[in-house]
Structure formats: C-alpha cells, structure tokens
C-alpha cells in the first residue's frame, strides 16, 4: 500500500501534563476513504491539528504526501475543513471560495471558475450570492467542503465533515466524498456518526484515550467475529440457549437469557439447521436468520469498553521519559 500518510509515535502533551497523543501509529493509503473514530477526548481531532501543523506535536515521526509532517510543499497540496470552521458571515459563498482559492496560491481565471464549478459540486449553486450570515449549519458545511477543494488537492482532510447536516444533506455529503475517491484523491475523515462512516470508508482506525486501538477495514475487524444469527419472534431462556448449543456441538454460541438472539460463529448455514430444529422443538418461532457482521458501532463499543480506564502503557511510559522535543 501506497502511504499518503505513515506516521509513528505521535505524541501530545499539554503543559497541564494533559496526555492527549500516547505514541500514535497511522497509515493511509493512496486513494481510499480513510475513517477516524473515537469517543470525546480520544485524541480525533489533537491528532488532524498534528497532522494539519495547527499545533506543534510533542513528537512525532512519519511523512504525509511523502514529505516530513510540517513540509509546506505537502501542505499546499492538501485540503482541510477544520471541525469548528466560521467563516466571515458577510462574504457570500463565492467570495468565500475566492478567497480560500486565493489563499492556496491558485491564479485568479482559475479560482473563479473553480469557484461556481464546486458550488456546483456541493448542490450550492442558488445560493452561490447569499452571505453566510443567511447560512443554515449543513449549507455552512457544504461551502467548507468545496473551500478544502480549491487548491485541487491530493489529500482532503475534513474534521465532521456531516456535523449539523440532515440526513439528506449526509447522503449528499457521501456521493461527494465517494466522486472524490473516484477522482483518485485520498479522503482522510474524522467523525463520530458511525454509520456514515461504515457506508464509505475503505479503511478505519479506532481511537481511545489517546491510543490507535483498532486499524483496518471492516472485514479485517471484524475477523473470527461473524457468524449466523438466529432472532426469536420472544425472549429465550437459558434451557433454549442451552439446547441450540447441544444441537450444534463444536461451534461456539453467544446468546443471552432475556435477549432474542443467538449468534453461531460460522458462516456455515448447513451447520446450523439442527440449532434452528432444536428451537422448533421448543415452539419458539424464529423471526428471521442470516449471515452477521458486527457493525462498525460494536466495534466501537468493543474498544472503549475494553480500555474504561485510560492508556496505562502510554501513562506510564510519560511519567518514566523526558518529553521529547517538539517537530
């Protein structure tokens, strides 16, 4: 896999001894859509502004676009929307564009016209002479999409790019992102809705506290974790769940007193029809039943429930070394 950015052991310390990077490995390939997600205060968006050099890392090794993290000829050939973004309320959408383009270097003839090509892009073209003052949050997103595209960049970093967008603004958002990889650019995107990251990602990574916990895609994952699911029309007993694994000998079987699913891990269907004989035999009627994935939000909950209590390794590795100097 080609890099656009390969970093090592980023780090992040606040004067406050606030450990917000604990040794941070990342790897983004050419051309995908690259996800990052985590809970509140996992490191998401300390770690964009690292990459971004909006704030200066504590340490960090690795390239981004092949050049040093930092190097103003790579920069110039990224695109970026900050989270909190707030551009001037009394520009209008175009003069926004312009501006940015102007900003990146690009040649005048060139930023007006891109400027009208993207609001077209981002379905922004009626309101292209209304200020931004007049804006809801989804039309303010969709503009600070298109400003991160003026330069015409390799790479296109968007910090929740979807916050405050209703659901038909998101879908929008993904056919963008989507025509985006088809243009052969890299997205990098950090964000919390799950969901949306699932439908377009190649790639994601799992922070907490301050750790990369999980890298790769959904199927890498999700690896030994599929299985056969059967769910119940009611809830099942422990006697049922018992039975199902009787029936089933050498497959592992989870399933809850209470609940009304039973999950075998394999993906042999055949395997499983003594399980679902087992189940009529009791008269428990099987509402449906299938092959199952866990969704990129149990992947999610699995990592922060695994790790309640904070990095410890990476605690501790802080108290015991110097703080490195800054890159």
């Known amino acids: ?171 929008d958002i993904r056919e963008i992102l989507l025509r985006l990889k088809g243009e052969g650019r890299t997205v990098f995107l950090n964000s919390h809705l799950l969901s949306e990251l699932e439908m377009v990602c190649d790639r994601v990574a799992i922070m907490v506290h301050g750790l990369m916990r999980q890298q790769g895609t959904i199927d890498e994952l999700t690896q030994g974790r599929s299985g056969f699911r059967i769910k119940t029309g009611s809830a099942i007993d422990e006697q049922t769940i018992d039975a199902s694994k009787a029936a089933v000998p050498g497959v592992e079987c989870a399933g809850r007193p209470g609940e009304n699913t039973i999950v075998f891990k394999t993906n042999d269907a055949q395997a499983v029809q003594p399980a679902i004989d087992a189940l009529r035999a009791r008269s428990v009627v099987i509402e449906s039943l299938g092959a199952h994935r866990p969704s990129l939000e149990d992947l999610f909950i699995k990592a922060v429930n695994e790790h309640p209590d904070g990095a410890r390794p990476g605690a501790q590795k802080a108290k015991k070394g110097k703080r490195g100097a800054r890159s």
């Open 1 to 171: 896999m080609s890099a656009v950015i390969d970093v090592q052991g980023v780090e992040k310390m606040y004067r406050r001894k606030v450990h917000a990077l604990r040794g941070v490995d990342l790897q983004v390939g050419a051309g995908e859509i690259f996800g990052l997600l985590g809970p509140n205060g996992a490191g998401k968006s300390t770690l964009v502004k690292v990459l971004m050099t909006v704030i200066s890392a504590t340490k960090c090794k690795g390239t981004m676009l092949g050049k040093k993290i930092g190097d103003k000829s790579a920069l110039t050939q990224v695109g970026y929307l900050p989270e909190h973004h707030n551009f001037p309320k009394y520009l209008t959408s175009r003069q926004v564009l312009r501006h940015f383009g102007a900003m990146s270097g690009v040649d005048r003839k060139t930023r007006n016209t891109r400027a009208d090509e993207l609001l077209e892009v981002v379905d922004m073209t009626d309101s292209a002479s209304h200020k931004l003052g007049t804006y809801s949050k989804g039309m303010r997103q969709r503009i600070g999409i298109a400003q991160a595209l003026m330069n015409d960049p390799k790479l296109v970093v968007l910090d929740e790019p979807t916050d405050g967008v209703d659901p038909i603004g998101r879908k």
